[in-house]
Structures are given as C-alpha cells and as structure tokens.
C-alpha cells in the first residue's frame, strides 16, 4: 500500500497517539506467543502508530457528521444503524434471548443458521472477532481510526479449578496478543476475577468480608494486604449469620486463585500492558475488590498502576468506598487506576435486597447515579493531575463526556491526558468515542473476542443489562442515519 504523505502544516497540529505506560515499552515487532491454547491464535505483525489531532474539547460536538465518522466504512454504518434499530425493540431482544436458551438451539440444523445469523449481526457489530487474528484486525481498523482497544476474551463464570485454569490461558494468551499489536493499540487487557476464581469460593469470601466489617474480632487468617472494601453506609445484608471458616480445601482453592492473578498481572508487567479488572454484583464485588486490591498493592510501582479496579457509581456507597480505597493507596505509597462505570445489574440488584427487606443499594434517580459519576470523575481527574494513578471513563452519557472533557481541559490537560482513558462498549455510543478521539482524547472499545458460542453467553448478559441503553441509542442513530444521506446525497450528486 502507498504510503500516504502528510503536509508539514497539518503535522504540526498533531501528536503521536501514546500513553504514558508504567515501564519502557517493550512491543516488539513480531511475536510467537509461547501459550497458544486451542480458543485462541496469533495475529500477524503491527502495523504504523496513528497520528491524533491537537488536544481541543472544543471541538467535541457533534454537528459534523462526516468528521464524526468520516473514519467508518458505509457498509458498517449500514449494519450499525440495523442493529441498533433492532435491539432497541425489547419485544426483539426477549425473542433472541428465548431462541438462544431454548431447545431449539440444539437442533443442528437451527443452531447452525442462529449461530450464522448472530456472527453476522449482533456478534459482528459487539465483538471483535472469533479468534486473535480477527480481533488484531478489528484492533488495527480502530486504530487507523484514532480509537484504541481494551481486549477481553469473552468468557462467563467458572465454577471449578479446571475451567479457571483454562479460563487463565485465554487471559495470557490475550496479553501476548496485545504485545504483538502497534504500540498503545491495545489500552488494557480485562480479566474477570469470576473466570479465574470459583463464583462459590467468590460468595463464601464475600461473606465473609462482610461479617469481618460487622464484627472486626472475626479473624482471617488468610487475609492479606488490602485497602478498605467498605465503607460505614455499604449494606451488608448478603450474610445474615456468621459464616463459617474456609475448609482446608478452600483456603488450598483460595490460594490457587490468587496465584492465577499473580501470574496474569506479573505477565502484563513485562508486556507493559495495564490489567482493568472488571466488577460484579454486590454479592461477590468485596472478593473481587479484595483480590484487586491486593493485586495492586503488590504490582503497582512508580507513577502508573498496572492493575485497575473498577467503581460502580450507581451504587450509593460507591463515592465513600472510592474516597477510602484512594486515600489508603496513598498511605501505602501505591499509584491506583480506576475505571469509573455507572452499572449494569440495576434490576437484579434491587430485587435482591427488596426479596431480604431492604433498601435498594442502587440511587434512588438517574440523576443522582449521574451525580455520583461526575463527582468521582472530577475527583480522580484533580487527583491524578496532582499525582500518580491512572482513570478510564467508561461511560455512553454524552453529559458525563463533555462534564469531564471541560474539567480535563480546566485542570490543564497535559497534565491528565496521558492517564485518562474515555471508553465505551463496541458498537455502542460511536458518535461519543469519535467525538471525544477528534477532540484529542484517548478513546477506547471494549472488546470481547472469541468463539462466537463460548461468547453467546456473554452476548446474552450483556443484552439483559443493557436494556435501557439499548433502547436509548437514538442518538447514535439519528446522526448515522444523518451521514448515510449525506453519502447517498454525495454519491447521487445531489
């Protein structure tokens, strides 16, 4: 392919897309990854560092459709725009859910046309693909776009030792994939602690957290290193009785499991690639807050974390426990990362706690859960400017986007660009992530990648949880239908 050149006068308005990251880069142009398990395979070398325009919050806006996807090929926009219109039809979204759990879909003939359907629908606009080759292709595609992306294998649960072993070689094999891409294509590796540890260990853990905050006597012994996991309003309603102590086997279970984390964090330590750690429920989110945690006290070094956590701000207690968890890193002299989410488990966390009693641990209105983001956001930015620690902004609120653009801007951006991430989910809120990568910040997707069946389950779950977003995505429709007329217009002349 020609190599395209770039006027001086236009170079000189841009910058290299790069993070600062927390050792030497170490990308090395080609790599034979020495873990190759049978989900995954390699992609091919990394292609040329993207050139970004100069650093501008005003310029996120949204009236010049072509800027915003002048980047986006017609036959994307096309499916875009069909499967966005189709997800936000509950009544469709209920009969994709029915057909996937029912007996149907172990028909042969029927599953082999869902499944065809789904890779060329609903997988291909949320997923990056079935295996590292695909995903490094849809990673390169943003890339050349100005976006970045956040890699995770799309893997649910696991429920025995077995399946968090296998689930483990999925997660390094991801990071030796991110190594082999363009320098900063990849922002970060995701990992779930419910696919390296047992969920029932996860719930006996939890449980008893809780009751060591109820009664600070309670004594485990195989607790390590940790900052605070509550705070004094977290509702503790999950344990109703004391529980009893971990049996040898799974304290032995424990062990293995912190020993999973270990291994994957130390591993995105030499590759140089940060490791964001996703949330939960409430019922397992003190485990795997603990396991986080601890993972950071013991990897993070110098100004940039490697291990992040993740906040859930539609949680009531979620700024307190914020305030706590940072305040204790910085005691302990550990640079923390962040990744600030409003949540995706409204509906079965309210139930829960109506079904014990309780009060909703979620906010009352949306307002409030928009309240408590931006505050945290506000929070960490003038945090991380004055100091170490990293911020990713996963949000779809357009609001939230130009909230925290400004404050960036207000702050100094020099000062937080390069430990501030903005993200969204694939195929979800294009309009935000162009608007926010032309105004000069970084951008990334999360995206999961893997067989298009052991990633249904994922697929499900997400369309269940996001439900509401889903049927508010008319904004991203009404600007991409806006720029297929333009392109039709262009095209007829008119």
């Given at each position: ?267 995105c330590v030499q590759a140089n690639v940060p490791l964001l750690v996703d949330a939960e429920h409430t019922s397992v989110q003190p485990a795997i807050d603990y396991f986080t945690y601890n993972a950071a006290i013991n990897h993070n070094k110098g100004e940039s974390p490697i291990v992040f956590g993740t906040m859930q701000t539609y949680l009531k207690d979620a700024k307190e426990r914020l305030l706590l968890a940072t305040e204790a890193a910085d005691k302990m002299g550990i640079p923390m990362g962040f990744k600030l989410v409003r949540g995706a488990y409204m509906s079965s966390e309210r139930k829960l706690a109506s079904s014990l009693g309780y009060a909703s641990p979620i906010h009352n209105t ?129």
């Open positions: 392919m020609a190599t395209r050149v770039i006027p001086p006068r236009i170079l000189r308005n841009l910058r290299y897309n790069t993070a600062t990251k927390p050792l030497a880069s170490s990308h090395p142009s080609s790599l034979s990854p020495t873990l190759s398990p049978p989900c995954l395979s390699d992609p091919k070398p990394p292609s040329q560092t993207v050139l970004r325009p100069a650093l501008d919050p005003s310029a996120l806006n949204f009236n010049d459709v072509q800027s915003l996807f002048s980047y986006v090929p017609t036959s994307n926009l096309l499916r875009s725009t069909a499967v966005l219109h189709a997800t936000a039809v509950e009544p469709m979204v209920d009969l994709g859910m029915w057909i996937m759990r029912s007996k149907l879909f172990e028909v042969e003939g029927i599953k082999d046309v869902v499944l065809a359907a789904i890779r060329n629908t609903f997988y291909g606009h949320f997923c990056a693909g079935e295996d590292a080759v695909t995903a490094g292709k849809s990673i390169r595609a943003l890339n050349d776009a100005g976006l970045r992306g956040m890699l995770v294998y799309g893997v649910e649960d696991a429920h025995d030792n077995e399946g968090c072993d296998r689930n483990l070689k999925c997660f390094l094999h991801t990071v030796d994939v991110s190594r082999s891409l363009p320098p900063s294509s990849v922002s970060f590796v995701i990992v779930k602690i419910t696919a390296i540890c047992p969920m029932s260990l996860l719930e006996r853990l939890s449980d008893l957290l809780r009751w060591q905050q109820k009664d600070p006597s309670f004594n485990l012994p195989w607790k390590q290193d940790s900052f605070p996991l509550f705070s004094d309003s977290t509702p503790l309603y999950h344990t109703r009785k004391r529980p009893e102590a971990l049996t040898p086997q799974e304290e032995s279970d424990l062990e293995l499991a912190m020993q999973r984390l270990n291994e994957l964090s130390q591993k949306i307002q409030d859960t928009h309240k408590c983001f931006n505050d945290c956001s506000s929070f960490l930015l003038e945090k991380v400017a004055n100091g170490p620690g990293g911020l990713v902004l996963a949000t779809h609120n357009v609001e939230s986007g130009k909230l925290a653009a400004a404050k960036a801007h207000e702050i100094g951006i020099g000062k937080v660009n390069h430990k501030l991430e903005f993200a969204q989910l694939l195929g979800m809120s294009e309009a935000l992530s162009y608007g926010l990568s032309n105004a000069g910040f970084q951008v990334s997707k999360y995206m999961p990648f893997g067989p298009v069946e052991t990633v249904m389950p994922y697929l499900l779950r997400r369309a269940e949880e996001n439900r509401g977003m889903l049927a508010a995505s008319g904004f991203d429709r009404l600007l991409m239908r806006k720029e297929l007329g333009r392109r039709l217009k262009a095209a007829l002349g008119v």
